[in-house]
């Protein structure tokens, strides 16, 4: 589970001022982080299928979420993949 300094600290990376926390750029940094640590997760607990259902529902969540910010703001797209270092 991701702490809440590790959330504040990818909403900041992201976050157009400090109380944007609900923007979907805000929600893919978290759920970018979120992702990660389950991934690292699912490395070590090849075998744990309830966290990789998870892990693609949240995979599907924030693909969801960045076709959203795409359809709004194509620049903002491009640069929210930039700096998260997601896979277009």
């Not at 909403?11 to 970018?32: F, P």
Request: aromatic share 4%.
């Amino acid at each position: 589970m991701i702490t809440s300094e590790e959330k504040a600290a990818a909403v900041k990376r992201v976050a157009a001022n400090s109380k944007d926390t609900g923007s979907a750029s805000a929600q893919v940094a978290i759920l970018s982080e979120r992702i990660k640590q389950l991934s690292d997760h699912l490395k070590v607990n090849q075998h744990d299928f309830m966290a990789r259902r998870g892990l693609l529902q949240m995979v599907g969540n924030r693909r969801r979420l960045l076709t959203y910010v795409a359809r709004k703001d194509s620049q903002k797209y491009l640069e929210l993949i930039k700096k998260l270092g997601i896979r277009r």
